[in-house]
Each structure stands twice: as C-alpha cells, then as structure tokens.
C-alpha cells in the first residue's frame, strides 16, 4: 500500500458537465499515472506525470487533462463528460527506488456519466 | 501498438494444485515484466516483478520470463480458495522506465475447494 487516496469514490454525473477527479499520495512518488478499466479493455493508461507540472499524454487522453501542481496531487479532469467515460479509473504511483519502477495502486473512482 | 495476451479463463484449479498463468507480448524491448492480482471491485495489487531470464521465487509465486520467446508466466503453489482473483500481466516498454504500463486483459482463476 503506497498510501494513495482518491476522491471521490463514487460518482454519477450528467452528460456535458466537468469532472475532477483526485488522486491523493503520501509516499513522496515521483511518477504519478491515470488508468482507466473497462469490461473488455483492461487497464489503458490515460495521463501520466514525472512529477509536478510535468505530464504527457497515454494511450487513451482524448477527452481528458490533469495538473499536478503538487507532489502529493494529481488530478483528473473531464472537461465535458460523455457516455463512454463511464468507467473505473484508477490512480497509481511509483518511484525510481528499484529500477523498474513497479506501480502501487489507489482504491479507484467509479464514474457514472448518465 | 504495444499488445500484452492472456487467456481470459476462467481457469479453474483445484485446491492445493499449481496454478500456472500465461502471458505473451508483442514489444521485443519490453523491460521488465508485472504480476498483479485483483479481486472484484478491489484495485490491482503488485505480486510480483521480473526483469531477467528465468524464475524469480516469492513464497507460493514463481515468475517465469523468456524473452527470447517473449512469454511470461506466474506459478502459483499450494493453491488456496483465497487466490481466486483476477491476475493481470503488464509489461513496460524498452528504456521506458516510468512510462505507463501495459496492461493485458487478465485471466480470471478460480480455486476449487
């Protein structure tokens, strides 16, 4: 457990509206991660950070930004939900301290976009 | 594109048995190779890890990797009903090092008791 929060856990939002989502890590990471986790899928990396303001693109970003204006913070932002960001997105985090910079992961958010 | 296979299962093993978990991958450069286990609704949880040729032994887990056949596997002995969990394989790309992984799609086990 590398001590990673994220809020909220649930949620269920309109379409068209925005969405923060928060990723909390008290580990001191460097290297912060936004997945999402879908039935057929698997986990897609969507965004990920090197560390504060410091992002680039994954897999799957169209639709989606983040900041990290912290060490501890990294956020998740849909700037105008839609139908297929319904999900389960997960935070992860990792650091340098063994070479292969293995990836801890937060409890995840469960996202409803009605 | 980067692509990381499982057998998506379910694999049914007996209690007490060796389950065996396989996993290919299509990026020769891939570097180091992940074992996370996840139970429903729960979020991914690291086993294990390896990065060189051969077995790595962690308690009942035993990590297998060939890279020259590109083929990772995870052993897991003494089976127990707690073991029944979704494994996920993820693999991250060569010199990638903090880059994102890539995750397959999972093999979904069951133990019998």
């Known amino acids: 457990d590398a001590g990673i929060t994220q809020s909220p856990r649930h949620k269920v939002t309109e379409t068209g509206t925005p969405v923060t989502l928060r990723c909390h890590q008290t580990e001191n990471h460097r290297y912060m991660y936004w997945y999402r986790q879908d039935p057929g899928h698997g986990l897609r990396l969507i965004h990920y950070?090197?560390?504060?303001?410091?992002?680039d693109k994954g897999e799957v970003s169209d639709g989606y930004s983040v900041s990290r204006s912290k060490t501890e913070d990294f956020l998740l932002t849909l700037e105008s939900a839609t139908s297929s960001q319904t999900s389960v997105y997960f935070c992860?985090?990792?650091?340098?301290?063994?070479?292969?910079?293995?990836?801890?992961f937060g409890p995840g958010t469960r996202l409803t976009v009605t | 594109q980067k692509e990381v296979e499982q057998n998506s299962g379910p694999l049914s093993v007996p209690e007490g048995a060796i389950a065996s978990l396989n996993c290919t991958y299509s990026d020769r450069g891939s570097q180091s190779f992940f074992w996370y286990r996840q139970y429903s609704g729960k979020s991914p949880e690291l086993i294990m890890f390896?990065?060189?040729?051969g077995d790595k032994e962690d308690g009942r887990f035993t990590a297998q990797l060939n890279k020259a056949s590109q083929y990772v596997s995870l052993l897991i002995r003494d089976s127990q009903p707690s073991d029944s969990a979704t494994y996920l394989c993820a693999v991250n790309e060569e010199g990638g090092g903090a880059d994102g992984l890539t995750f397959g799609k999972g093999t979904h086990l069951i133990i019998q008791p």
């Open positions: 992860a985090t990792s650091y340098e301290g063994t070479g292969v910079y293995e990836q801890y």
């Open positions: 390896i990065y060189s040729n």
């Open positions: 950070s090197y560390g504060v303001k410091d992002t």
